[in-house]
């Protein structure tokens, strides 16, 4: 199940440029009552529990991308990052949910393991039901729409296509936003984005210098749903107008392309997010982002900060030698 630690504050200081350079490619994801991060080569979940301690599981993890040449292949290793990512998601989440509700387990007496069997393998259920229920709600309930509305052109019946689809985004992600129960989750994925700023500023990680950086990060998750949506316009462009279910569900195997190609976007756009040109193309996505985060309280703050802490392992080590020098 991995480790529990109480994390430490660790010391550093020193260049911005160094920090981004070192850290570009941590992402992480809030998770129930916590966050994942990962790092090059580990993943890490980090958790509160009921009686206020942090639980935290990191395991190594070496992508696909890292072991076949082959998938490294621009468009294609997007497509790998996705279908990874998705397990490693679902992973964290149905460790958080068995440590969230830790205290509430340990209460049984009915003979029952205390955590995870069928509790875990109905939060699996519920999130591949999820998914397939997201695919037919964004790519296939607005091909209906569209239908009904009695569009012929192709290019005209993609565009509308498209722009119902980005309205159902729209509204699902408002929709989240307003609700109660998930308020913790948003405040832990504003702490996510903090940490990881904090990361790449080059600054010591603590909860006094993320708590100052911004809750919205170029690279979120939610920024890449945006690109999805907009990418899939052009990509079914060419897929012409569906006449039939076939080729209605010929979309959804070009899904992977339409992936890997917004990975693509979304790696360039977070290089070059502080250049002119740049930032009306990115402006839209962290705009999303100020409905799918919230400040985090410092205890969020710390949570997402040990999560990254032992994500980063022993490069943690090597980042306070190298700001040390470049400092």
Same mark, same amino acid.
């Not at 039901?129 to 290019?155: E, N, Q, R």
């Not at 569900?249 to 959804?252: A, F, Q, Y």
């Given at each position: 199940?991995?480790?529990?630690?109480? &994390? @430490?504050?660790?010391?550093? =200081?020193?260049?911005?440029?160094? #920090?981004? !350079?070192?850290?570009?490619?941590? $992402?992480?994801? *809030?998770?129930?009552?916590?966050?994942?991060?990962?790092?090059?080569?580990r993943?890490?979940?980090?958790?509160?529990?009921?009686?206020?301690t942090?639980?935290?599981?990191?395991?190594?993890?070496?992508?696909?991308?890292?072991?076949?040449?082959?998938?490294?292949?621009?468009?294609?290793?997007?497509?790998?990052?996705?279908?990874?990512?998705?397990?490693?998601?679902?992973?964290a989440?149905?460790?958080s949910?068995? &440590? @969230?509700?830790?205290?509430? =387990?340990?209460?049984?007496?009915? #003979?029952? !393991?205390?955590?995870?069997?069928? $509790?875990?393998? *109905?939060?699996?259920?519920?999130?591949?039901?999820?998914?397939?229920?997201?695919?037919?709600?964004?790519?296939?309930?607005?091909?209906?729409?569209?239908?009904?509305?009695?569009?012929?052109?192709?290019?005209a019946?993609?565009?509308?296509?498209?722009?119902?689809?980005?309205?159902?985004?729209?509204?699902?992600?408002?929709?989240?936003?307003?609700?109660?129960?998930?308020?913790?989750?948003?405040?832990?994925?504003?702490?996510?984005?903090?940490?990881?700023?904090?990361?790449?500023?080059?600054a010591?990680?603590?909860?006094?210098?993320?708590?100052?950086?911004?809750?919205?990060?170029p690279?979120?998750?939610?920024?890449?749903?945006?690109?999805?949506?907009?990418?899939?316009?052009?990509?079914?462009?060419?897929?012409?107008?569906?006449?039939?279910?076939?080729?209605k569900?010929?979309?959804?195997a070009f899904?992977?392309?339409?992936g890997?190609?917004?990975?693509e976007?979304?790696?360039?756009?977070?290089?070059?997010?502080?250049?002119?040109?740049?930032?009306?193309?990115?402006?839209?996505?962290?705009?999303?982002?100020?409905?799918?985060?919230?400040?985090?309280?410092?205890?969020?703050i710390?949570?997402?900060?040990?999560?990254?802490?032992?994500?980063?392992?022993?490069?943690?080590?090597?980042?306070?030698?190298?700001?040390?020098?470049a400092?």
């Open positions: 199940m991995g480790a529990r630690r109480e &994390e @430490a504050a660790t010391g550093g =200081g020193g260049s911005d440029r160094l #920090g981004k !350079t070192m850290f570009n490619k941590i $992402g992480g994801q *809030a998770v129930i009552e916590g966050v994942m991060m990962r790092a090059p080569g993943i890490a979940t980090a958790v509160r529990r009921p009686d206020g942090i639980a935290v599981r990191d395991r190594p993890f070496r992508s696909v991308t890292e072991r076949f040449r082959l998938f490294r292949l621009p468009v294609l290793r997007g497509a790998v990052a996705l279908i990874e990512t998705l397990g490693i998601g679902m992973s989440l149905m460790y949910a068995d &440590e @969230a509700m830790a205290e509430e =387990g340990e209460k049984r007496s009915d #003979g029952e !393991t205390k955590k995870g069997g069928t $509790g875990n393998l *109905a939060l699996a259920g519920t999130l591949f039901l999820s998914l397939g229920v997201g695919i037919a709600f964004f790519f296939y309930l607005p091909l209906l729409l569209t239908d009904l509305i009695g569009v012929k052109g192709s290019v019946y993609n565009l509308i296509d498209g722009a119902i689809r980005i309205v159902f985004l729209l509204a699902y992600i408002k929709a989240i936003s307003l609700w109660g129960e998930m308020r913790r989750v948003l405040g832990y994925h504003g702490a996510e984005h903090k940490s990881i700023f904090n990361l790449e500023s080059g010591e990680l603590s909860v006094e210098n993320a708590r100052g950086f911004p809750r919205l990060h690279r979120c998750g939610t920024s890449f749903l945006l690109i999805v949506m907009v990418t899939s316009i052009l990509v079914f462009l060419f897929l012409g107008r569906p006449h039939s279910i076939e080729l569900l010929l979309r959804l899904l992977p392309v339409v890997g190609l917004s990975y976007f979304l790696r360039f756009s977070s290089k070059w997010a502080d250049h002119a040109v740049m930032k009306p193309l990115i402006a839209p996505g962290l705009f999303l982002q100020t409905m799918t985060t919230s400040e985090p309280d410092d205890s969020q710390e949570v997402a900060l040990a999560a990254l802490k032992a994500a980063l392992g022993d490069t943690l080590d090597k980042r306070e030698e190298l700001l040390r020098d400092g």
